[in-house]
């Protein structure tokens, strides 16, 4: 995808609070009923649905603990699979 070159649907936003997750590989806990804490090696997973196939704008809000390292890193998938190529191992930094 390079922005400006390909349609991004104009559906309504979808919020999904991080405490609504599916599943979960690790050790996970919840605060508020809208954050969820995880540890290195842990993922969890959403079901989301979207009113058709095409392009979306995806917006994460994120914090690092003080206790942890600088960085943490996220992969993306969309069914299963890596939709494209800069969605593995992506690089969440603490400022």
């Not at 559906?11 to 599916?22: P, Q, T, V, Y």
């Not at 009923?33 to 704008?57: C, D, E, M």
């Not at 800069?86 to 690089?91: F, L, T, W």
Request: proline fraction near 3%; aromatic fraction near 10%; glycine fraction near 10%.
């Amino acid at each position: 995808y390079i922005h400006g070159k390909s349609p991004v649907s104009d559906a309504e936003n979808i919020k999904i609070n991080g405490c609504d997750f599916i599943g979960a590989d690790g050790a996970v806990n919840t605060a508020e009923n809208k954050a969820v804490s995880i540890s290195g090696g842990t993922s969890v997973t959403y079901k989301v649905n979207v009113p058709k196939s095409g392009l979306y704008n995806i917006n994460l809000n994120y914090k690092i603990s003080a206790d942890a390292a600088k960085e943490a890193g996220l992969s993306l998938f969309v069914n299963g699979v890596i939709p494209f190529e800069g969605a593995q191992n992506m690089r969440l930094f603490c400022y």
